[in-house]
């Protein structure tokens, strides 16, 4: 491993922390005033992109252990994200917003303490990525 190489379960702390800045982004908007906001609707669209991008470097091996994480849909989100594809739709955003966002911080919550726990023998060692 190189020496600028990341091990994979930083990326899972990545996520946690870019999920939690959605959240703080988005309280206490209706869905009209997020669309209108200007800085807090861009700093959030990054976020996400953001979560998406470290998903990517999450292992396969660490994914199938982790099915209810719904990882290609994240990287999917993030793609059509980046790229733009037929703009952003806002009601999309709202529901990943208001519903997915706080499910998946759980999820990752949950799989960070496993990894803090030790129970991560059952994962790739990180050296191998």
């Given at each position: 491993?190189?020496?600028?190489?990341?091990?994979?379960?930083?990326?899972?702390?990545?996520m946690i922390n870019f999920?939690?800045?959605?959240?703080?982004?988005?309280?206490?908007?209706?869905?009209?005033?997020?669309?209108?906001?200007?800085?807090?609707?861009?700093?959030?669209?990054?976020?996400?992109?953001?979560?998406?991008?470290?998903?990517?470097?999450?292992p396969d091996e660490v994914?199938?252990?982790?099915?209810?994480?719904?990882?290609?849909?994240?990287?999917?989100?993030?793609?059509?994200?980046?790229?733009?594809?037929?703009?952003?739709?806002?009601?999309?955003?709202?529901?990943?917003?208001?519903?997915?966002?706080?499910?998946?911080?759980?999820?990752?919550?949950?799989?960070?303490?496993?990894?803090?726990?030790?129970?991560?023998?059952?994962?790739?060692?990180?050296?191998?990525?």
């Open positions: 491993m190189s020496k600028f190489e990341r091990e994979w379960h930083f990326y899972i702390d990545d999920a939690e800045k959605v959240i703080v982004y988005t309280e206490g908007f209706s869905q009209s005033e997020f669309v209108r906001s200007g800085l807090n609707y861009d700093a959030t669209v990054r976020n996400l992109e953001l979560i998406g991008e470290a998903a990517t470097h999450i994914r199938q252990v982790h099915p209810s994480i719904p990882w290609r849909q994240i990287i999917a989100t993030r793609n059509r994200l980046i790229h733009g594809y037929l703009g952003i739709d806002n009601d999309t955003l709202w529901s990943i917003i208001e519903t997915d966002i706080p499910a998946l911080l759980l999820k990752l919550q949950t799989l960070q303490q496993l990894i803090k726990s030790g129970m991560q023998s059952t994962y790739p060692a990180p050296e191998k990525y």
